[in-house]
């Protein structure tokens, strides 16, 4: 009679069991085992377990499908055309006139070539449905790290319910969206080198090749990566592993790898001056500790301080990149999805090895039918959330949608309808739009900040969307030709009586004005409206459209 036999492999960390003394063929099953020696069976052929993913995948998909547009959406794919017309990034900026010829450090380029190849081929419906897989596929990952280690399907779900909604907010059309992917790739790698596959590391290398074009956010992964290389250096040198050696040579090489960019070492130049520096917008602003809000994060923090009463062992260099990952998500709202992304595999894993209570146990005690059953109903609920969401795709014929109260959408309809054209001052977060809707315009500021803009200049078209005397400058000391305002910002009020300007658009969110023709009587714009003034049989100066621009993108 055969006898089973066992051997570890070092290498893959994975315990394989034979039916033969050489162990050499025949496996019959194979578990893996990480640090603490906890086993655990694969899964991914238990009907189960694969029902119960697709259920948080389909609530992932709902809570990652926003339709509306980023203020910033118009610009990234008009660089990322550029750049792929024209086969280089930008050395300089083209598209200001405050900041032009200006060094334009576009760390994020090669999200903007994305984001274009998708427009171009599957205009935004391509680009609504590639931000919700992406997202779908960050809560997979994580899902596998997870259940490679634990089966508590209660945990899992209770998790997940936290964690999704606390990522839900920064999934929108936007090239940090490739942070959260490769954070969570660096995640993924680094949670299964430490589980005993040693090969994986060398997919940092990549993983940091891509990052460090596509986002600024790669300081975050080089910053972590190098924690937990200096952490396990010091452990393993006690312990005698060789573990922190491999650690120390990928991290490096990654060091080396993220000087691969169109901009070399200068690139993180630029992250060191400007990354330490404030920033005046909402995403950037604190998580209030004395209301409700962002109360998911604010319970996945107690999850996590919970976790020190819990008696599993933990990882020193885990406990620290989480509490700083902590610290600055209540810093910046924007960065609570990495925390969130950092938190998943730590909280999940130390709670489903705590919690002993599982409805699975009860699940397996049912009848085969049973099972189909309970499936079925899972898989039906999985399948009503994605219906739901589609449903609200197909209300905007599945496209993103352009808010006419949140982008001036007539206005541009307006001047492109008059042939107006020139030195646009604009509000901050209509820059890229105008860039995109007035290619013959150039704007005074927009949503690049100081990849482009000097300080001065951010500074001063600050000032001028407050009503500041030293915002003034923009009209007397820069050759500001059109000056396009919001309605509840100050400049609409006293750009009505200014000498030297008069309105000639206005509507609910927005107006526009134009140097007077006594104040600029040879500039071709005028020349250009006097003569289309004269072609008009109706003798008007401007034209008035009564058709409302169109709702989907780019609106």
Same mark, same amino acid.
């Given at each position: 009679?055969?006898?089973?036999? !066992?051997?570890?492999?070092?290498? &893959?960390?994975?315990?394989?069991?034979?039916?033969?003394?050489?162990?050499?063929?025949?496996?019959?099953?194979?578990? &893996?085992?990480?640090?603490?020696?906890?086993?655990?069976?694969?899964?991914?052929?238990?009907?189960?377990?694969?029902?119960?993913?697709?259920?948080?995948?389909?609530?992932?998909?709902?809570?990652?499908?926003?339709?509306? %547009?980023?203020?910033?959406?118009? +610009?990234?794919?008009?660089?990322?055309?550029?750049?792929?017309?024209?086969?280089?990034?930008?050395? &300089? #900026?083209?598209?200001?006139?405050?900041?032009?010829?200006?060094?334009?450090?576009?760390?994020?380029?090669?999200?903007? @070539?994305?984001?274009?190849?998708?427009?171009? &081929?599957?205009?935004?419906?391509?680009?609504?449905?590639?931000?919700?897989?992406?997202?779908?596929?960050?809560?997979?990952?994580?899902?596998?790290?997870?259940?490679?280690?634990?089966?508590? @399907?209660?945990?899992?779900?209770?998790?997940?319910? *936290?964690?999704?909604? @606390?990522?839900?907010? =920064?999934?929108?059309?936007?090239?940090?969206? /490739?942070?959260?992917?490769?954070?969570?790739?660096?995640?993924?790698?680094?949670?299964?080198?430490? #589980?005993?596959?040693?090969?994986?590391?060398?997919?940092?290398?990549?993983?940091? *090749?891509?990052?460090?074009?596509?986002?600024?956010?790669?300081? /975050?992964?080089?910053?972590?990566?190098?924690?937990? $290389?200096?952490?396990?250096?010091?452990?393993?040198?006690?312990?005698?592993?060789?573990?922190?050696?491999?650690?120390?040579?990928?991290?490096?090489?990654?060091?080396?790898?993220? *000087?691969?960019?169109?901009?070399?070492?200068?690139?993180?130049?630029?992250?060191?001056?400007?990354?330490?520096?404030?920033?005046?917008?909402?995403?950037?602003?604190?998580? !209030?500790?004395?209301?409700?809000?962002?109360?998911?994060?604010?319970?996945? @923090?107690?999850?996590?301080?919970?976790?020190?009463?819990?008696?599993?062992?933990?990882?020193?260099?885990?406990?620290?990149?989480?509490?700083?990952?902590?610290?600055? +998500?209540?810093?910046?709202?924007?960065?609570?999805?990495?925390?969130?992304?950092?938190? %998943?595999?730590?909280?999940?894993?130390?709670?489903?090895?705590?919690?002993?209570?599982?409805?699975?146990?009860?699940?397996?005690?049912?009848?085969?039918?049973?099972?189909?059953?309970?499936? =079925?109903?899972?898989?039906?609920? /999985?399948?009503?959330?994605?219906?739901?969401?589609?449903?609200?795709?197909?209300?905007?014929?599945?496209?993103?949608?352009?808010?006419? *109260?949140?982008?001036?959408?007539?206005?541009?309809?307006?001047?492109?309808?008059?042939?107006? %054209?020139?030195?646009?001052?604009?509000?901050?977060?209509? +820059?890229?739009?105008?860039?995109?809707?007035?290619?013959?315009?150039?704007?005074?500021?927009?949503?690049?900040?100081?990849?482009?803009?000097?300080?001065?200049?951010?500074?001063?078209?600050?000032?001028?969307?407050? =009503?500041?005397?030293? =915002?003034?400058?923009?009209? $007397?000391?820069?050759?500001?030709?059109?000056?396009?305002?919001?309605?509840?910002?100050?400049?609409?009020?006293?750009?009505? $009586?200014?000498?030297?300007?008069?309105?000639?658009?206005?509507?609910?969110?927005?107006?526009?004005?134009?140097?007077?023709?006594?104040?600029?009587?040879?500039?071709?714009?005028?020349?250009?409206?006097?003569?289309?003034?004269?072609?008009?049989?109706?003798?008007?100066?401007?034209?008035?459209?009564?058709?409302?621009?169109?709702?989907?993108?780019?609106?």
């Amino acid at each position: 009679m055969k006898t089973l036999n !066992s051997h570890y492999s070092h290498e &893959t960390g994975n315990i394989i069991f034979s039916l033969f003394p050489d162990g050499s063929s025949h496996k019959l099953f194979r578990v &893996t085992v990480d640090d603490s020696n906890t086993l655990s069976k694969d899964v991914t052929r238990d009907g189960f377990y694969i029902v119960i993913r697709i259920l948080v995948y389909a609530f992932a998909f709902t809570q990652f499908s926003y339709v509306t %547009a980023d203020p910033d959406l118009w +610009g990234h794919l008009r660089f990322g055309q550029d750049i792929w017309e024209q086969g280089q990034v930008h050395d &300089t #900026d083209p598209f200001s006139y405050t900041a032009h010829g200006n060094r334009w450090i576009n760390h994020e380029w090669l999200m903007e @070539v994305a984001f274009y190849l998708i427009y171009h &081929t599957l205009d935004s419906t391509g680009l609504l449905f590639f931000k919700a897989f992406l997202g779908i596929f960050i809560v997979h990952l994580l899902s596998s790290i997870y259940f490679a280690r634990s089966r508590n @399907v209660t945990v899992y779900l209770i998790v997940c319910a *936290l964690i999704i909604p @606390v990522m839900a907010p =920064g999934f929108m059309t936007r090239p940090h969206l /490739a942070t959260f992917l490769y954070l969570t790739l660096l995640v993924y790698v680094l949670q299964k080198f430490f #589980d005993g596959y040693l090969r994986i590391i060398k997919w940092t290398l990549v993983i940091m *090749l891509l990052w460090v074009n596509s986002h600024g956010g790669v300081v /975050a992964g080089l910053g972590i990566f190098g924690m937990i $290389t200096a952490v396990e250096a010091v452990r393993c040198y006690k312990t005698g592993e060789s573990r922190g050696i491999v650690l120390l040579k990928y991290f490096l090489l990654s060091c080396l790898v993220v *000087l691969i960019n169109p901009y070399g070492y200068n690139l993180w130049l630029f992250f060191f001056h400007s990354l330490g520096m404030p920033r005046s917008i909402s995403e950037w602003g604190a998580v !209030s500790l004395t209301d409700f809000s962002h109360w998911q994060y604010k319970v996945l @923090v107690l999850l996590f301080l919970g976790t020190f009463l819990l008696p599993n062992k933990k990882r020193v260099w885990e406990i620290l990149i989480l509490t700083l990952a902590i610290v600055y +998500g209540f810093r910046h709202q924007r960065h609570t999805v990495l925390t969130a992304i950092l938190l %998943a595999p730590y909280l999940l894993l130390h709670y489903g090895r705590w919690l002993q209570w599982d409805f699975k146990p009860y699940y397996d005690r049912l009848s085969r039918d049973f099972h189909w059953a309970v499936q =079925g109903v899972v898989g039906v609920c /999985a399948v009503f959330l994605i219906g739901v969401q589609l449903n609200k795709y197909a209300v905007d014929d599945f496209k993103i949608r352009v808010d006419h *109260l949140v982008y001036p959408a007539y206005a541009a309809q307006f001047m492109e309808a008059n042939d107006l %054209a020139g030195n646009l001052v604009v509000p901050f977060n209509w +820059g890229e739009y105008m860039i995109w809707k007035s290619p013959d315009s150039k704007v005074s500021i927009d949503g690049r900040f100081r990849t482009v803009y000097p300080e001065n200049i951010i500074e001063m078209n600050r000032a001028f969307s407050y =009503g500041k005397p030293e =915002g003034m400058a923009l009209l $007397t000391d820069y050759p500001s030709l059109l000056v396009l305002t919001k309605t509840y910002e100050a400049p609409h009020t006293f750009m009505e $009586t200014l000498p030297g300007w008069v309105k000639i658009y206005q509507d609910p969110i927005s107006k526009l004005f134009i140097r007077t023709q006594a104040s600029a009587p040879d500039h071709p714009l005028w020349q250009r409206i006097l003569e289309n003034q004269k072609k008009r049989k109706n003798g008007q100066r401007f034209v008035h459209l009564d058709d409302p621009p169109p709702w989907a993108f780019p609106g």
